[in-house]
């Protein structure tokens, strides 16, 4: 029901292991569905527009390190198309 009232992608970071649980909203934003995506950061990042990566890898990053529940980054990601997103990651 979450997913559903937000419309955008809900993800959840394991710390200890690295792996990563996104919602089905996932398509919407990159073309792809969460079974299709590895489920670890580095698939996500792999993914954030190359002049932004650096930026926003640091503040989830920091996030992680310092074990903040919460962050906030803006930044463009790589559709499947081709075509830039833009998100606002929090």
Do not use: F, K, M
């Amino acid at each position: 029901l979450a997913t559903e009232a937000v419309h955008g992608l809900i993800y959840e970071l394991d710390p200890g292991t690295g792996v990563v649980e996104r919602s089905g909203d996932l398509e919407a934003i990159v073309g792809y569905r969460p079974d299709e995506a590895r489920p670890d950061a580095e698939w996500w990042v792999d993914r954030i527009e190359p002049t932004d990566r650096a930026a926003a890898s640091e503040t989830l990053r920091d996030a992680v390190e310092r074990g903040v529940r919460r962050h906030q980054a803006e930044y463009r990601v790589r559709h499947r198309d081709g075509s830039l997103r833009s998100v606002w990651d929090r």
